[in-house]
């Protein structure tokens, strides 16, 4: 089935670092790609959804700046944390949804968790 | 505004069954999806229902009833590996994902 690979799946550096994270969707096309936070215990929130060949939407309330995302292909997103602090810290999770699948389920990567110090 | 809502938590004991409810208010519909998701690990795929009706998976099915904004999640034969929380999401008329909260399900021996 469909697979979505995710890396690092943790990170742990110091304050001030920036931090990339690849999401790639290994047998199948992902014209969309959708980046999540979740706290513990907390449900997932959507950061920003990763357009293919275009600017990235983002939620509201989430900073362009801080959170930079590239789709620079149709199986591969990045998300940098730019000059992450300790309330960055949290799980980072992407999920693709196959092109021209709109009502598919979206996969999920294994999540990336980042813990600033 | 969009609102998706299912109980916080739930207890039930292992070998009984046990139902998780979701109730939905969004900007159109386009199917619901019913995730897994294990402490400290990504969501999984568990189910998808977009016509009114009930679909059987092994131990698990889900229901649907769009005029009533409503699904279920029913669970039999529970295992201790049953415990995890549980996320409702409907697919809005803009083919977004609305993700519940979540409920997370104990299973007690």
């Known amino acids: 089935g469909a697979v979505v690979s995710q890396h690092p799946s943790r990170v742990i550096c110091k304050s001030g670092t920036s931090v990339k994270i690849e999401c790639r969707s290994l047998d199948f096309q992902a014209t969309t790609m959708f980046w999540y936070r979740q706290f513990p215990k907390k449900s997932l929130m959507l950061m920003a959804t990763?357009?293919?060949?275009?600017?990235?939407?983002?939620e509201q309330g989430v900073e362009k700046d801080k959170f930079l995302i590239n789709h620079a292909s149709l199986t591969l997103s990045t998300l940098t944390v730019t000059s992450a602090h300790p309330e960055d810290s949290s799980f980072y999770i992407c999920s693709a949804r196959e092109s021209g699948k709109e009502n598919q389920p979206q996969h999920f990567g294994d999540g990336t968790r980042l813990s600033i110090l | 505004g969009q609102n998706i809502d299912q109980p916080t938590e739930m207890t039930a004991t292992e070998g009984a069954i046990v139902q998780i409810n979701c109730t939905y208010q969004?900007?159109?519909?386009?199917?619901l999806f019913w995730y897994q998701q294990h402490a400290g690990e990504a969501p999984t795929f568990l189910s998808y229902?977009?016509l009114d009706g009930l679909e059987e998976k092994g131990r698990f099915s889900s229901f649907l009833s769009r005029s009533k904004g409503y699904s279920y999640l029913l669970l039999k034969e529970l295992q201790m590996k049953d415990s995890a929380s549980y996320l409702c999401?409907?697919?809005?008329?803009?083919?977004?994902?609305?993700w519940g909260a979540g409920t997370k399900l104990i299973i007690k021996p």
């Open positions: 969004t900007s159109g519909f386009n199917g």
């Open positions: 999401a409907v697919v809005d008329s803009n083919y977004q994902l609305i």
């Open positions: 990763s357009n293919e060949g275009s600017k990235a939407t983002y």
């Open positions: 229902n977009v």
